[in-house]
Structures are given as C-alpha cells and as structure tokens.
C-alpha cells in the first residue's frame, strides 16, 4: 500500500468540539467525521455507491468476504473488518 501525507489549512473554525461545543483540542474522530461525511456527499454526487454504516446496508468485509464489495466510502475509511 502506498502512503501519502498532505497538509490542511482550514478556512473556517474547525468545530470537533465536546459536548458543550467548546474546542479547546481538535479531536481526530470528528476531523475523520467531518471528512468521510464529505466524501460521501461528493461520492453521492457523483453517483457512487455508498452503504449506511449504522443502518442495515453497512458494509461488513467479514459478511461480504471481498474488497471489491465495499462502498466507495468505505474502501478509503475502513469498515467492520476492514481497517
């Protein structure tokens, strides 16, 4: 697998506060958040598959036993048994 590293520079306040709101430390869970829910809205736009990954379609590598299986989304953000 190739690795790849690329910066970012925000252009508005990034907002991975806790639960009152307040950011006082970026959290990596919400900047994954924020970036795989965007990816997903460019995917859906561009008429991509995309799974539920809390409904009954999430995709599962351990049910569906190949890669080539996974949603768009999920082949770049990992699934159940696909990190």
């Given amino acids: 697998?190739?690795?790849?590293?690329?910066?970012?520079?925000?252009?508005?306040?990034?907002?991975?506060?806790?639960?009152s709101q307040n950011c006082r430390e970026i959290?990596?869970?919400?900047?994954?958040?924020?970036?795989?829910?965007?990816?997903?809205?460019?995917?859906?736009?561009?008429?991509?598959?995309?799974?539920d990954?809390?409904?009954k379609r999430a995709c599962n590598l351990e049910k569906l036993k190949k890669v080539d299986w996974l949603c768009d989304v999920c082949k770049l953000f990992g699934c159940t048994g696909y990190a």
């Fill in 1 to 19: 697998m190739e690795k790849f590293e690329f910066k970012l520079k925000t252009l508005s306040p990034v907002r991975t506060g806790d639960i």
């Fill in 27 to 51: 959290k990596p869970q919400g900047v994954r958040g924020s970036l795989r829910n965007q990816f997903e809205d460019m995917v859906k736009f561009l008429g991509g598959k995309i799974c």
């Fill in 53 to 55: 990954p809390h409904g």
